[in-house]
T-cell receptor, first 115, second 111 residues
Framework: DARVTQTPRHKVTEMGQEVTMRCQPI?????VFWYRQTMMQGLELLAY????????DSGMPKDRFSAEMPDATLATLKIQPSEPRDSAVYFC?????????????FGNGTRLTVT | RKEVEQDPGPFNVPEGATVAFNCTYS??????FFWYRQDCRKEPKLLMS???SGNEDGRFTAQLNRASQYISLLIRDSKLSDSATYLC????????????FGQGTRLTINP
């Protein structure tokens, strides 16, 4: 059963440190999304890619966050420098873009705590 | 105003009861609609898509009202395993799958 793989599962870091989260989408999926989930805000879209090209990153704080897809099997989300308010669960999801709008498959998430 | 709004609950209902959730969306150009389910400390998973004519999957029925811009989910004969958070999801760009999630409605089924 194909799955989206995210690493690390948990990350605790101090304010000011760089954080890198990685995602391996399901093979063959051409759309990748990064979401952040907190109790207060729910699931917020940070960025998404189609065929490795960034389509929308308007939900992402540009001064500290960056998202890339170096190749079709890897997506990264970096925070530099991290702040306590970045503490959240970060989900990566992949899917197949197209007229049918197939469902998204989510990874297990990275639970980030910034102290 | 949030793009997708849901009653956060929590809903606490006895096993076997019927429960319904509603969700409203603000973008009249929205094309695709879904219900996702999220268990505690787990990732969201697709429960069902919502079609214009309404659709049913076992004990679950989803309805879409485009004129009023709301979506509903009905769960009949609820089971303990139905306890979860139910997320209303709207796609705002056809084909590009930009999915916007509601805050979720938390449901607890009591024995």
């Amino acid at each position: 059963d194909a799955r989206v793989t995210q690493t690390p599962r948990h990350k605790v870091t101090e304010m000011g440190q760089e954080v890198t989260m990685r995602c391996q989408p399901i093979l063959g999926h051409n759309t990748v999304f990064w979401y952040r989930q907190t109790m207060m805000q729910g699931l917020e879209l940070l960025a998404y890619f189609r065929n490795r090209a960034p389509l929308d990153d308007s939900g992402m704080p540009k001064d500290r966050f960056s998202a890339e897809m170096p190749d079709a099997t890897l997506a990264t989300l970096k925070i530099q420098p991290s702040e306590p308010r970045d503490s959240a669960v970060y989900f990566c999801a992949s899917g197949l873009g197209g007229p049918g709008d197939s469902p998204l498959h989510f990874g297990n998430g990275t639970r980030l705590t910034v102290t | 105003r949030k793009e997708v709004e849901q009653d956060p609950g929590p809903f606490n209902v006895p096993e076997g009861a019927t429960v319904a959730f509603n969700c409203t969306y603000s973008n009249s150009a929205s094309q695709s609609f879904f219900w996702y389910r999220q268990d505690c400390r787990k990732e969201p998973k697709l429960l069902m898509s919502v079609y214009s004519s309404g659709n049913e999957d076992g004990r679950f029925t989803a309805q879409l009202n485009r004129a009023s811009q709301y979506i509903s989910l009905l769960i009949r004969d609820s089971k303990l395993s139905d306890s979860a958070t139910y997320l209303c999801v709207v796609s705002t760009i056809q084909g590009a799958q930009k999915l916007v999630f509601g805050q979720g409605t938390r449901l607890t089924i009591n024995p």
